[in-house]
T-cell receptor, first 116, second 116 residues
Framework: KAGVTQTPRYLIKTRGQQVTLSCSPI?????VSWYQQTPGQGLQFLFE???????NKGNFPGRFSGRQFSNSRSEMNVSTLELGDSALYLC???????????????FGAGSRLTVL | AQTVTQSQPEMSVQEAETVTLSCTYD???????LFWYKQPPSRQMILVIR??????QNATENRFSVNFQKAAKSFSLKISDSQLGDAAMYFC?????????????FGKGTRLSVIA
């Protein structure tokens, strides 16, 4: 069974550009969550999608957006990049959207974004 | 809001020895789940162990076990017979058990080194 696949693994952008990151969940998983990991702030929740609908959103500016497609694949977009957006962006998938603790998240290897 | 604190930024252990990583959390909720995730240099977060707050028995997974003290809001991870492959960042995480996929709240992590 393939795991959570994130593309690209590495990318470099300049300030003001935008970026789109992709996440393919484990087959059969319908919920996709995104987290940002930085040395200073640690792991912070961005948003979660289930059945193509955003169900939860973290405390990030509107420059951060996402979507989920009918096949459960998800993308996140960051517009007008800032230096502080340099981070590892982790995607996680889970089977469903209820019984939080029983619903274990499986993470991908992340997309490392560097903003110059 | 819930918070998770890992007071040991770095730890080291001799191969085959036992090490305990500390984690405390703050919450006013009574039903929740606690997790330990491992992040090796490959960056992929791997679930090590999970504990449900209503279960008094401490969770165990092979060489990994937890000491869950609900009243003290403490959730430490013990790694027995440490192996070189255990070297990684370890994150403690909290998740509310209420309906819907509430986000994981992570601690800042503990970097574990294993000395041969």
């Amino acid at each position: 069974k393939a795991g959570v696949t994130q593309t690209p693994r590495y990318l470099i952008k300049t300030r003001g550009q935008q970026v789109t990151l992709s996440c393919s969940p484990i087959s059969g998983h319908r919920s996709v969550s995104w987290y940002q990991q930085t040395p200073g702030q640690g792991l912070q929740f961005l948003f979660e999608y289930f059945s193509e609908t955003q169900r939860n959103k973290g405390n990030f500016p509107g420059r951060f957006s996402g979507r989920q497609f009918s096949n459960s694949r998800s993308e996140m977009n960051v517009s007008t990049l800032e230096l502080g957006d340099s981070a590892l962006y982790l995607c996680a998938s889970s089977l469903y959207y209820s019984r939080s603790g029983a619903n274990v998240l499986t993470f991908g290897a992340g997309s490392r974004l560097t903003v110059l | 809001a819930q918070t998770v604190t890992q007071s040991q930024p770095e730890m080291s252990v001799q191969e085959a020895e036992t090490v305990t990583l500390s984690c405390t959390y703050d919450t006013s909720e009574s039903d929740y789940y606690l997790f330990w995730y491992k992040q090796p240099p490959s960056r992929q977060m791997i679930l090590v162990i999970r504990q449900e707050a209503y279960k008094q028995q401490n969770a165990t997974e092979n060489r990994f076990s937890v000491n869950f003290q609900k009243a003290a809001k403490s959730f430490s991870l013990k790694i027995s017979d440490s192996q070189l492959g255990d070297a990684a960042m370890y994150f403690c995480a909290y998740r509310s058990a209420y309906s819907g996929n509430t986000p994981l709240v992570f601690g800042k992590g503990t970097r574990l080194s294993v000395i041969a």
